[in-house]
Every structure is written in C-alpha cells, then in structure tokens.
C-alpha cells in the first residue's frame, strides 16, 4: 500500500517547488499515474483479501473505492483551475495541498486494517475537508456550513471511539482479518442496544441518514467544485463502507435495531427526493439527490444479504462518479453566470450543445437507466429490500419515479427551452471541462460492460 | 524589572516546583509551595495596574488557603500514621483534604473561579507561567500521592471542571480567557485519570504544556489579547495565522493532531475500567471547547475581517520578538500522534 501512500505524499512537495505555471499539470498528471497503480488492487484473487502489511490490507470491497479516490484528485484538480485562477500562487499551492493531504487520509481510511486507525483516520478527513470549505467557499454561510458538518460528525463519532475501545478490551484486538473468526452473537440487551448506536451514529451521520442529514446541503453548496466533488463522490461513501465493516461485529442485533433506521431511510429518500423537485438552487438539488441515494444504501447495508451488499457497494461507486460529475456540471454553470439559480441559465442547449451532451448522460446515470452501474446497484437494493419486506416495493417505486422526475426536471430547465437573454455572451465550453465530464463519464459506462469489479466481496 | 532581580525570582519560582516534586517531607513540601506562590506573585504584578494587583491578590489567597488546608490534611495524617513521608494516605479524611486542597491550586472545579480572572489580569508571559508551570508541582504531588484519593471526589470534580471549561469560554473574546478556560477543561481530563492510570496524566500534562506554551507564544509574537487583535494577524503574519490553525484543532482534541493522544489514551483506561458513560459524556463536553477554538480560527486563519484600506497592505518591519523553540513546540504539539506506540515503554 505504501507504493500509493509515498506517491501521494510526495505530491505535496511537488506543488509546493513546481514551477508556477506547472503547478496543475504536474499533479494532475501524476495523480493519473497513481491512479493507474490503485487499479492494480482491483484484481482480488478467489474471495482472499489483498494483505499488504500489518496495518493495510484491500479487498474487493475497498479496492474500488479505493480507485474512485484516487480517480477522482485529478477530476478535482481539473475542475478547480478555473475558480482558483485569480488568487495569488501560495494559494493555489494551499488548496492543491488541502485536497492531496485530503486523498492521502481517504487512501489510508479506505486500506486499514485496524478499526482504531480507521477511526483516526475517518476524522482526519474532517479538517481538510473544513478547511476547503470555509477558506475557500464563496458565501457568508460557509462558516456555519463548516460548523454544522464538524459538529455533526464529530457527535456521531466521539461514542463510536469509547465502542471502539470497549469491543478492543472484550475481544482483543479490532484487526478486521483476525476479528471475522472470533465474533460471538451480540444478544439483545440495553447495553448492547447502546453498543449498536455508537457503533453506528457515526456513519448514519456521514451518509447521511434522513433525520440527520441537515449537514450535508449546506456543506455541499457552500464548498467549491473541489470540496463538492471530494464530499459527494468519497466522503458520503465512507459512512457506507464503515458500515459494512462494522455491521460484522453487531449481529444479530441488527435485525432488531435495523428497524427505526430502516423507516427513516425509506421514509426520507422519498421525502429527500420530493423536495429536489422544488429547488431552485442547482447545487441543492444534487445535494437533495445525494441524500436520496445515500438512503438507498442505507436500506441495503441494514438488510445485510449478499444481494442487498453487492448493490450497495455497486451504487456507492456509481453515485460517486455520476455526484460528483453533476456537480461539475453546476459548476460549469455557476462560473459562467455566478450564481446557483437554475431558472438564470436555461436553454444552454442550443448555447453549448457538447456540454448539454453531457448534462443529457448525467442526467441520464442518475435516474438509474439500464444498462449503467447505476440500474444495477438500485435494482439489487429494490430487490433485496423487497424480500426483506414486500411494502418496501411501493416505496422503491415512488422514489424511482420520483429520482427520475427530478432529474429530467434538472435536465429540462437548464437545457432545453427558448435560452434566457442574458446568457448569450458566455464563453463556450473549455476542453478542460469537456475533458473533466468524459473522465468521469467513461468509468460509468465501461463499468457496465463489467460491473464484476464493483460488486463488492459477496460476487 | 531589573535582570537581576528577574533572574532571582524565575530560581525561585523554579526551586520552588523543584522542592515540591522532588521531596518525600510534607513540610519541605509545603515549604515549596509557598516558596513558589511568593515568587510568582512580583512576575503576576509586572504591570502596575488595579487589574493585575487584583489578579495577584487572587491568587495569593486561594493559593494561601490552598497551602493552609494541604497542611491540615499533612497534620491529620501525622497524627493517624506517626509520620511525615509522603506515601499512602490511610486516613480518609487527610486525604479528601489533600485532594481538595490540591484540586484549588490546580484550579478544578469547583474551585475553578479565580483561574480566568487570575488569567485576564495579568500579561501574556505571566499567564503562561500561570497556566504552565503552576501545574506541575500539585500535579506531582497528586500523582505520588494517586493511590489513596478518593475516586468519587475526584472524578465529580474532572466532570465538573470539563462542563465549566467547556461551558464558560464559549461566551468569551479575551484570549487570555479562552486559555483560562481551556485549562479548567484539561484539568479535568488530567484529574479523571489520575486514579485509574497516573502515568496517562503526565502524558496529557506534558501534552498540554507543550501546547498551550505554543499558543501563549503565537500570541505573545503579535502581543494580541483579544480575539480581534488576533484577526488582524493575516496581514503581517500569514504562515502564523495557519499554525494557530492547527493548534487550536490541536487543543480541541483532533485527530490526527497530538491533542487526540491524551483523550484517546484517557477513554482507553476509562473503558478498560468499565467506565462507559463518564469517557462518552467527557468525549462530548470537549466539543464544546472544540467550538470556541473553531471560533478563534475562524476569525484569524480561515476568514477575513472586515478592515480598513490602511490595513491591508501594512510596512513589514523586521522580526524582532523572540519566540524561543517555536517550531519544536509546534511540531510536537501537533505531530505527534503516529509515535503513540512508543507509550508502551511505559510499561
């Protein structure tokens, strides 16, 4: 693992001596290169899982999430150049090295091997992440956006650390290959029910669940592109793939308190995904989709069968590339015009008909259409969720239904219709966007050709 | 103050803590104590203001009656055991007022009242000897004497003191405040542990000294005491405003800062005593401290004040105010959580 850590902690070095106007190219060029060396892992040979050392290891599980991080510093360089063109050298040298020190933690988080360092690990992603936010958002309410996701994890959190240590004193060691062999059934008890809470608040937080997902509108729409991108695309994935480690140790308990998470998962990705239908901030709105989806694979992970797990771990890696790609389509949008406001940019298809392309495929891998990723992580989660229980089938329904009208609303208002006047003299589509939207596009569709890859541990 | 003079307080100060850590007599002990409480107060009375005559006077009294009530408990333990060594402490009674007494020099809750007007009182520099070096000899003498304390008392007094600091600096824009209030919260942790696992308090102590040294001194570099004053720091010192970035996360316990060592460590031997709801409820009130230092780095590195035309483009005079070991300082206060394995020397 450490020949992906060393790369990425050099990177920084690199920013930081590069010479002025090479500062992009060259981290973006050899965040590409390490890119290339993450998707080594994800060749898993029969169902063992790749140990590297004492403290990292990487299954089929990690190894993509593990490639959509790396994947994505690139994309990230690429969609800040512009916003970041303005503000003087040091700077631009500090953001670039936000986001690397940001990817080296989400590498390290996503390869533990240990739950303790996953922990530490998991709040180190915070204060970069916070630092992008309120440095380097554009609106007074970044600060309390910045606040309201500190806090917000951070609470979830701080009693998953005393769980974290009790079940480390009653087991003796929290190494997640030793811990598989030595778990006991976890009954059903007061202390145990608490037991679970703190163990799980944390990532229902992060996902985020419905109920406490007031954090992520404002963190998404008041970071930049970068910060958009990083939250949507891995941080949100952290809290599933923390889940799914976790949910190892507390059966059968789960199927007890599976139940009020469940509700609120089915109750708000319907609800998360009405009110999309009445934002007029675009950013909102992505943000709204993120909760939706997210809820999805909350469901998936509570249900805990192998039908239910592939199609979280499928839709994780789906969600992230086609979040993170609509984002850098708002912000395509928001650097011509200034301003999130959907109605102010309509009719950008007869302006920039490459980019409504785009904005057409986007659209498109979020409502979930065959044969993309996307349809096959959303179908296995109906699926599974409707053997849990057959009423969840109703809901599933409503909320495709709903995911669809909102994007093909998104779609519509932005592009197709008579322009508005005041947009005829934007500037016409950089290469580097264009660029940015194919990066993130050919993953989607490819995958389809061999969504092997992303089916997680159980295929 | 004359050097001469200042070189001659500053030994006593020091021979003073020196006595006391070094002793097995509860008398020389007490004799320490007072050595060092007379010393400090001409370094608290460097400004010859109302305010720092005040601060002095506070401290002197608490401190007093502090010393006055450990030599009760010495009594009471003289008469109970025959004699004057420092050892355990049969005698409940002795030691409940030993711990209390000890608990007013530190300034845990409930005796935590005079440490942030003692802290607003007085200059910069005086205030980090205060908040520093002031600790370590009660915090000796409640290590040597750990196994005989209380627990009860004790750990109601570090929950307390973690509400109270938590609670009180949130409504507070004097710098000299928020660090006295920090200290009351760190305290606290220190003295949760101190029953279950003594050498997980000098980890935190050194800990804490080391960062609130750093922070004393940042401030000290920009001579700023208020939270406005130190929102002015981006324009003559930018790369300061960035490390008081990470020590205030430092001193608000994030990981993977070295301020996360101290609390994992402590809910580590807190669970292993099948304390549960005390480490989770502590964990939470530190959030509390978390915001106020938020706040701090808010104003100073993260946004910028509102200023005036004059401000921003002000004349770069040369440096010319020492800040001694400034970067080991900061490095340690903030690098050191991968060398936590190293802790198992202590066995």
């Known amino acids: 693992m450490l020949k992906i850590i060393i790369p990425t902690i050099m990177l920084i070095p690199l920013t930081w001596m590069s010479k002025p106007n090479m500062i992009w190219i060259n981290t973006t060029t050899y965040g590409l290169l390490i890119s290339l060396i993450s998707l080594f892992y994800l060749n898993q040979p029969n169902d063992n899982t790749l140990n590297s050392s004492l403290m990292f290891f990487s299954d089929s599980l990690s190894a993509p999430l593990l490639a959509l991080t790396t994947w994505l510093l690139p994309l990230m360089l690429m969609a800040s150049q512009h916003h970041l063109s303005k503000e003087p050298l040091t700077r631009k040298k500090l953001y670039i090295s936000m986001l690397i020190l940001l990817q080296l933690f989400l590498i390290m988080t996503f390869t533990a091997s240990e739950l303790i360092f996953f922990y530490i690990l998991f709040e180190a992603t915070l204060i970069p992440t916070l630092i992008i936010i309120t440095r380097w958002g554009n609106q007074t309410e970044r600060l309390n956006a910045g606040l309201y996701f500190l806090f917000y994890t951070l609470m979830g959190s701080l009693p998953l650390l005393v769980a974290l240590l009790y079940i480390h004193n009653f087991m003796g060691s929290l190494n997640f290959l030793m811990i598989q062999y030595w778990i006991q059934p976890l009954p059903n008890s007061w202390s145990n029910i608490f037991l679970w809470l703190a163990c799980m608040m944390a990532f229902m937080v992060k996902m985020p669940l419905y109920g406490l997902h007031l954090w992520l509108p404002k963190a998404h729409v008041e970071a930049p592109i970068a910060g958009s991108m990083v939250l949507a695309a891995v941080l949100l994935k952290l809290g599933g793939y923390g889940m799914m480690r976790i949910t190892t140790l507390l059966n059968p308990l789960t199927n007890f308190m599976a139940y009020p998470f469940m509700m609120l998962s089915l109750w708000g990705m319907i609800m998360t995904s009405s009110i999309c239908l009445r934002q007029t901030d675009l950013k909102s709105l992505i943000a709204y989709s993120s909760v939706s989806h997210m809820a999805l694979v909350i469901v998936a992970v509570l249900i805990q069968t192998p039908c239910s797990y592939m199609g979280a771990t499928a839709l994780m890696i789906a969600h992230g590339l086609t979040s993170s790609m609509l984002f850098c389509l708002a912000n395509s949008n928001y650097e011509r015009i200034h301003s999130r406001t959907m109605i102010l940019a309509r009719g950008l298809q007869t302006l920039l008909p490459l980019m409504a392309a785009w904005w057409l495929l986007a659209s498109l891998t979020n409502l979930a259409l065959p044969p993309t990723i996307n349809l096959i992580g959303e179908l296995f989660v109906v699926m599974s969720s409707f053997s849990w229980s057959n009423i969840t089938i109703i809901l599933m329904g409503i909320n495709i239904t709903i995911t669809a009208l909102y994007s093909l609303y998104m779609l519509i208002t932005t592009q197709r219709g008579k322009y508005s006047h005041h947009i005829k003299n934007i500037k016409p589509s950089f290469t580097r966007e264009n660029a940015l939207m194919t990066l993130h596009l050919l993953p989607l569709l490819l995958l389809s050709l061999n969504p092997k890859i992303i089916l997680g541990p159980i295929y | ?347």
């Open chain 2, 1 to 347: 103050m004359k050097p001469p003079i200042l070189i001659i307080i500053m030994a006593t100060i020091m021979t003073g803590t020196m006595i006391v850590m070094l002793s097995s007599h509860w008398l020389l002990i007490w004799i320490g104590f007072e050595m060092n409480m007379l010393a400090i107060i001409p370094i608290l009375m460097k400004k010859y203001n109302p305010r720092a005559m005040e601060a002095s006077t506070k401290y002197f009294l608490t401190q007093a009656t502090a010393s006055m009530l450990l030599m009760m408990g010495v009594t009471i333990n003289l008469l109970y055991s025959g004699q004057w060594v420092v050892s355990k402490i049969s005698n409940p009674i002795a030691s409940i007022m030993m711990t209390t007494a000890l608990t007013m020099k530190l300034g845990l809750s409930p005796f935590h009242f005079w440490v942030p007007e003692v802290t607003q009182g007085i200059t910069l520099m005086s205030g980090m000897i205060l908040l520093t070096w002031q600790k370590i000899a009660p915090m000796s003498i409640l290590y040597q004497i750990s196994p005989s304390i209380n627990t009860n008392l004790l750990m109601l007094m570090a929950l307390t003191s973690v509400l109270v600091g938590g609670w009180g600096g949130l409504n507070q824009t004097q710098l000299r405040k928020i660090m006295a209030y920090s200290s009351i919260a760190h305290m606290g942790w220190m003295a949760a542990i101190i029953t279950y696992n003594p050498t997980m308090m000098v980890l935190n102590l050194t800990l804490y000294i080391l960062m609130t040294l750093s922070t004393f001194m940042l401030f000290m570099l920009n001579s700023s005491t208020t939270t406005l004053s130190l929102s002015h720091m981006w324009n003559k010192f930018p790369l300061i405003t960035s490390m008081i970035l990470i020590l205030m996360l430092s001193l608000g316990g994030l990981p993977p800062l070295s301020g996360f060592i101290p609390k994992w460590m402590i809910i580590q031997e807190l669970t292993k005593n099948n304390m549960i709801i005390i480490p989770t409820l502590m964990a939470i009130t530190a959030l509390l401290n978390l915001y106020f230092y938020l706040r701090l780095t808010y104003s100073t590195a993260l946004t910028m004040f509102p200023s005036t035309n004059n401000m921003k483009m002000k004349w770069q005079f040369e440096y010319t105010k020492k800040a001694t070991l400034l970067p080991p300082l900061i490095i340690t206060s903030t690098m050191l959580l991968p060398l936590t394995p190293m802790l198992s020397v202590l066995d």
